[in-house]
C-alpha cells in the first residue's frame, strides 16, 4: 500500500502561485509513476499532469501546460504541484496519485487539497 496526503491548498486571488505537495509513505517512492488530478465542482475528475519514477519525463494537460511544473524529490519521497499565473478556472480540488506501471490505471490515491482561485 501507499499511502498519499496531499497539502498547500488555499485560497488565493488569479494570477498568483501556490505549491502543492504530496507526501508519499508506505512503499518505495521511486518505483511509481505519480500524476496530479483535479475535480471541480459539478466536472469529472480531470489530468493535471504526470511525471515518470525518476523525474525525467513529464507532461502536461494542454490547460496547464507553461503554467503548472510537476516535480518529485525521491529522497524526501515527496510530489509537487508548482501553479503559477493561477486562473479561477483553476479552481478545484488537486489530487496526487502513483501507479507502478505507466501502462495501468493508478492504484493509489490521496485525499485531496482544495484550490480556490478568487477573479
Known amino acids: 500500500q501507499v499511502q498519499l496526503v496531499e497539502s498547500g491548498g488555499g485560497l488565493v486571488q488569479a494570477g498568483d502561485s501556490l505549491r502543492l505537495s504530496c507526501a508519499a509513505s508506505?512503499?518505495?517512492?521511486?518505483?511509481?509513476?505519480m500524476g496530479w488530478f483535479r475535480q471541480a465542482p459539478g466536472k469529472e475528475r480531470e489530468f493535471v499532469a504526470r511525471i515518470n519514477r525518476d523525474g525525467t519525463s513529464t507532461y502536461y494537460a494542454d490547460s496547464v501546460k507553461g503554467r503548472f511544473t510537476i516535480s518529485r524529490d525521491n529522497a524526501q519521497s515527496t510530489l509537487y504541484l508548482q501553479m503559477n499565473n493561477l486562473k479561477p478556472e483553476d479552481t478545484a480540488v488537486y489530487f496526487c496519485?502513483?501507479?507502478?506501471?505507466?501502462?495501468?490505471?493508478?492504484?493509489?490515491w490521496g485525499q485531496g487539497t482544495q484550490v480556490t482561485v478568487s477573479s
Open positions: 496519485a502513483a501507479r507502478r506501471f505507466i501502462q495501468t490505471n493508478y492504484d493509489y
Open positions: 508506505g512503499r518505495t517512492f521511486s518505483n511509481y509513476h
